[in-house]
């Protein structure tokens, strides 16, 4: 198994919140080559009175391992996401003692993989996380793209976002 096994897990997840309606992003987590948690974003859909915005996929896989009957050992935890994590769930997913994170497609607007550690307060400073870009960046850009294009989705409408996704430019950037 590699990381873009793994990261098609995550997409699959991405894939059920998109057919549902929501905000096409999946995360799985995986401990010592099986997947111990899942979670797709939800609380997104036009029908929603009001938008969740804490059940991030993320959140979502991280809360199962509590209640999943798991031995947790986040040293040896991988967590592969369809979107770059924000600066919530990278909060979350540091304190949780994850030790790498792998994404598919970067968020300009929000992503918060980018931040740099050692400038914040001592709780985060001597946190160490491997972050690795890019894994199977097409397939998830392409299912943003879909869920962008369509009109009845709102979530994000009009945001830098959206743009970012639909600029043709956007395509042409590399998969790592």
Known sequence: M?????????????????????FPVGCVIVQDGKVVAAGAREGTTPDKFFCSEIDHAEIRALKLIETGGVLFDPGKAVLY???????????????SGIKKIVYAYEDPMGGGTRC????????????????????????SLDLFVLFFKNERNLYWKNSYLETYTLNPKTKEIQEK
């Open 81 to 95: 996401v369809t979107l770059e994590p924000c600066l919530m769930c990278f909060g979350a997913i540091i304190l």
């Open 116 to 139: 740099d550690l050692k400038g914040l307060a001592p709780l985060y400073e001597k946190c160490s996380i491997e972050v690795v870009p890019g894994i199977l960046r097409r397939e």
């Open 2 to 22: 590699n990381d873009e096994y793994y990261m098609g897990l995550a997409l699959e997840q991405a894939k059920e919140a998109f057919n549902k309606g929501e």
